[in-house]
């Protein structure tokens, strides 16, 4: 999938992916896409929550071993 920002959030425990995620979409365009990788387990719940009161989109979620992929655009 394209994204226009990349956001490595690789051994950091929430709420940091969730922080990082929200200062790195606040400098975005709507529309564009920021990936973002972490290792938190707890981060595929927190993302799927922010993205609902947040109303940006989570356009995909992936697992490969412990690291978790998002791609959300922004409203």
């Known amino acids: 999938m394209n994204f226009d920002k990349d956001l490595d959030a690789r051994g950091l425990n929430c709420p940091l992916p969730i922080l990082r995620a929200k200062k790195a979409l606040s400098d975005m365009q709507s ?11 707890g981060s595929v719940k927190d993302f799927q929550a922010f993205c609902k009161q947040t109303g940006n989109e989570l356009l995909e ?4 071993s412990n690291e978790y992929t998002f791609f959300l655009k922004r409203k």
């Open 61 to 64: 979620q992936t697992q490969a």
């Open 31 to 41: 529309g564009q896409v920021l990936r973002i990788v972490s290792t938190d387990l």
